[in-house]
């Protein structure tokens, strides 16, 4: 792509739910840079490993350029034709809702917007479903059932003021990196602050724990019940709050207190000891924040998980003030603009229920839609199941992986592949789920969209485009509207732009709401292209008769609260004008928390709208207005119910989850040869003693299985897994791995409430996988095809890394020449009775690859091989270093990567270590690891700790 002049553009990072602000640069010759943006109040400029390494994920490798109608390329016209066609003539024949759109908290909120418009007010079916049932279902019902609406209460602010912070099934280091250096920050500076994890595993996260409760699984139900009878017998209520505010203590109390302190014990796996002290913490810190997340939405009993919680917060009255309340973080990066639009099958545009019939009408006539979904449609499982039942006969699917990410991943599969007509949208031309389907529609990528998201604290910030849309990739919102025109619904369908979209949805927002809903943006409801390309980022609520707000370049500095010079979004970086340098930490500052408003605009030309926006407040509930009839919060009486899934022949509890440099399914962040590095390969964590029960040593492959399926992963034996659970990752798919899809192995078991998949409790069983031999090989080039048992590839700098295992024995010469090609000089070592072969390959002083053969895991160094891909060989007696696996003489061998931000390895850390580097800091100013995102610290402190233990021994 040619680029006239260098130019920075400020967008918003489209991984998890932080919402981090970026500042991505194109350069003259089409090099991308991104960092993160100081002015956004997300990040402050931080950015996590997966942030930092955007750039390398922006190329067209592999993507879906074209449309495509049965693997032919096609037309745009043909294409659109067809997919409203065969939906129009599906409901013809056999109704609305045979139909059915899976969409994604990875759309922009102007794609989510107009896909729910179609489906539930024009097809007038509810069978919309998101990925984000799989994340926060749970969440969304348990703030519906307290509070009458789907409010997050607080901000970020709040975890940098609480006093104690309870971390509930939430690996923060790793999952939401930048949030968690914001509580690490706020902690240096108040050493007084407690942190609390809640946990089956010893997550990284506990590096900054006080206390560290190794809860069984499912087990929070009780606990927080346990909690709130313990605050009950213990006087430690706000009697006023509840009395002002609340209906329903009374039931909830007397339910909470069925179990005595033995039984709280019994169910959670914890000690009566350990109980009594987390219990008196909480009761008497009265600043304090319970953030949560997948440990505690992915259950059969998630909503009661979620309302546990809330009832304690209630209980005490601490919601909606600084530095207290309960916290849900989100997981994609625009679920919550997903739940603003009602992009869930059992939900209304702009938080509106489906189940009221005065919503269903103030929908219906602002829309002009002929009618709108009188009930709720099939939740994600439910809309599968019908996929296979015949039930649904024309499903789309947008910007997610179902095939992977679904519970009894091997089934959906099997479904989608037997439904008449599948349409997918995506940026990938090869997925695990577009290789089923019919029609496939190219969608613009993150750097070619433009739109809106909204992350976990209600902060709305735009997406900008600053890369060219390739190919003929369109935006998910301009093809949902071309299909609605094709089905005869032009009129509603005529948006010309995402700011064409966004006024809408504001206006929605506040038509007839009259603060007696929570979302309300009206204050942007005539919001114009120019106006929509200058949006700063602003928490919701912002009706149109508020306070402004600050816009853009007038954040609070520090000093006193005076405007600054306005920063363009768009800026000539060639005239060297960086932004404004504000601190990483707003507690260096006087940034973050600051009051959104009291300044005026020094003239409408310049703010446009910006000087119109408003809100009531960041943070809902202190003084009670609820939005449920009465206008009270209310308390849900719960009673722990016993799950024990386990059974002789399966008697582990399986648990899934993300690991820290990879995201979903991989589809972008396999792309990265740094975040490849880390964990390059699927595992399973083993407790010793389970590994020593099964028979099982680290780094041999285990066959992980359940009731509906099996994979192969790598075992890595460690004593942070709670004996008799076992952890696999969510990541690999078929593009990365033999057989490491893990969902295959969940159970379509839901929260009977929120429809949320249980992927964290699930009945299993692990085995040795009697490998006869083991390989690692490093290639130039992606193999064709790879004939192993077990596989797994990974990206690196100038190639690819290949793990391998075999259960028989092959000939060896022969499975080299299938990997490394015939081409070029091979230098190959052969140690018969040993089992032992290695091979290089070269092509004049390039590396075309090595394989390294043995009969237990391969003994390389792996980094420094994968290094050797992009290395000059010229000097021919230097090869046989590379037939030996490891650097010769003056070699440097980095060890396994634990800084993904700076590529440093363990080696290079232990190194430090001796040289005296005791501490995390001392091992970022030598290193620099660790000082970017944060999310190694706690491996960082892990290595020094091993050194020490070494040199007292």
Known sequence: MQIDEAREVRTTCPYCGVGCGVLAKVAADGEITVRGDPDHPANFGRLCSKGSALAETTDLEGRLLHPEIHGRRTGWDEALDLVASTFSQTIAEHGPNAVALYVSGQLLTEDYYVANKLMKGFIGSANIDTNSRLCMASSVAG???????????????????????????????????????????????????????????????????DMHLAIAPDGDVALFTGLLAYLGQHNALDRTYITAHTTGFGQALFAASELDLAGIAAATGLGEDELGRFYSLFAATAKTVTVYSQGVNQSSSGTDKVNAIINCHLATGRIGKPGAGPFSVTGQPNAMGGREVGGMANMLAAHMEIENPEHRNRVQRFWHAPAVAEKPGLKAVEMFDAVADGRIKALWIMATNPVDSMPDADAVEAAIKACPFVVVSDVLGETDTVRHAHVRLPAAAWGEKDGTVTNSERRISRQRAFL????????????????????????????????????????????ENDSARDFDIGAYADVDAETYEELAPFQWPAPSQATPLWPAGHLP?????????????????????????????????????????????ESEKDLGVQARRA????????????????????????????????SPDYPLVLNTGR???????????????????????????????????????????????????????????????????????????DQFSARARVDALVAPTTDAISGQPASKNVAARIERFAATAFGFAVLAERPASIDADYWSLARSPAGWRLEIALQDSRDWTGLAAALLGMEGETLAYHDIAGGHHRFARFAGNRLVGALYLAPTPVAVSRGWAVEQLGADHADRQARLAIVAGRPGGNGVDRGAIVCACFGVGANQIAEAVRGGCTSVAAIGAALHAGTNCGSCRAEIKTIIDGRRLQAAE
């Open 557 to 601: 500095r520090k000093g006193g609260d005076r405007l600054s010079s306005r920063p363009s979004l768009i800026s000539n970086a060639a005239r060297g004008e960086p932004a404004p340098k504000l601190p990483i930490s707003p507690l260096a500052g006087e940034m973050a928390g600051r009051p959104e408003g009291g300044a005026q605009a």
């Open 615 to 646: 809100s009531l407040t960041t943070r809902f509930f202190a003084n009670g207005s609820f939005y449920t009839p009465d206008r009270r919060a209310r308390f849900i009486a719960i009673r722990p119910a016993a799950q024990t899934r386990t």
């Open 468 to 511: 060219v849309t390739p190919g003929e990739a369109r935006a998910d919102w301009w093809i949902i509207a071309e299909v609605a025109k094709r089905m005869g619904f032009g009129e509603a369908f005529s948006h010309v732009s995402p700011a064409d979209i966004f006024a809408e949805h504001a206006a929605l927002s506040a038509f």
């Open 143 to 209: 703030h519906r059932r307290a509070f009458g609406s789907d409010t997050v209460p607080g901000n970020y602010e709040d975890l940098e003021l609480a006093d104690l912070i309870v971390l509930v099934g939430s690996n923060l280091a790793w999952c939401h990196p930048v949030l968690y250096q914001r509580i690490a920050a706020a902690r240096e500076k108040r050493p007084e602050m407690k942190v609390v994890l809640i946990d089956p595993r010893r997550t990284m996260t506990s590096d900054i724990a």
């Open 659 to 733: 690991v820290r440099d990879h995201w979903h399914t991989m589809t972008r962040t396999g792309k990265s040869p740094r975040l490849s590095q880390h964990m390059a390969e699927p595992f399973v964590e083993i407790h010793p003693s389970d590994a020593q029960h099964f028979g099982i040593g680290d780094a041999e492959i285990v066959r992980v299985s359940t009731a509906h399926g099996e994979v192969l992963v790598r075992a890595l034996v460690t004593a942070r897994q709670r004996q008799g659970s076992v952890f696999v990752p969510m990541h690999w798919t």
